[in-house]
């Protein structure tokens, strides 16, 4: 039993690294795909993901939603699609792209700030000082300026963390109601790319091939990186991999060095190390936490 536990642990960790090495291209492809409109990249990025989405739930033949989680599924669907909005443009606009998306891991802590209010969950006192901690780590790859124009790219990325965040949290409440993943990848991905569409036609800009192919790739990365990221939690809790999620950070920042030739200032490389390692730290105490309770 105890050998099983560790197997389906090592499988949910090979899981989760593969879902960040498929994010972490998803965002080198969007930045590849060169200067078009943030509405147009979005929408062929939910676009692929819409399809694949359905043939999963084709499988089932069950479309459906309960019928008490619509009002909750559609707070999903509204956070998210500013989520990737924000995300996408702080990804076509940072000079950095690993900057980033090291903003954008700043979701996790953002949800534990929603989780308060949608789910009632008690608030840690460390809980606060890691979050303190992970602004602070923020702050130093933003480098705001008074010129705030300058400071719109990485505003753009905080503010993507932080409907991420909250997307992430009314997952879990949703999750708790007993509804479905695929049906909750499903409808967020029909839904916004249908409302981006009329958008995606006004802004629309024409594309060489290259781009074409490049935005196809993003949306077969982030459904690669949602596949992997289901498989992942369904081997193993949260509490035992979420950590491992920090390690699209390292794939994005080699990535950029060696294909996009960016390199990040020693105040990024703080940053860095400030977030990822508050984020190591939550891990390692809510882990002990449980440990605990069990005993």
Known sequence: MVTLTKQKKSLGVLFIILSAFCFALMSLFVKLSGDLPVFQKVFFRNLIATFLSFFLLLKTKDFSVKKGNVKLLACRIISGM???????????????YSDATILNKLAPFFAVIFSIFILKEKTK??????????????????????????????ISAVLGALF??????????????????????????????????????ITYEPMEEWQLLYLILTGVCACGGQLAVTKAYSYAPAREISVYDYSQVLFAAVLGFFILEELPDYLSFIGYVIIIASAVIRYLISRKNHLHNLK
């Open 125 to 154: 006192w460390f809980d606060w000082i890691l979050l303190v901690c992970a602004f602070l780590g923020a702050v130093l790859i933003a480098k705001p300026t008074l010129n705030f124009s300058q400071s719109i790219p990485s």
């Open 164 to 201: 991420a965040g909250l997307a992430y949290t009314i997952i879990r409440r949703l999750s708790f109601n007993g509804e479905r993943s695929s049906a909750i990848v499903f409808y967020y991905s029909l839904i916004s790319t249908i409302v981006f569409l009329p958008i995606m036609i």
């Open 82 to 96: 500013f989520g990737i909005i924000f995300n996408f443009y702080a990804i076509s606009t940072m000079a950095t």
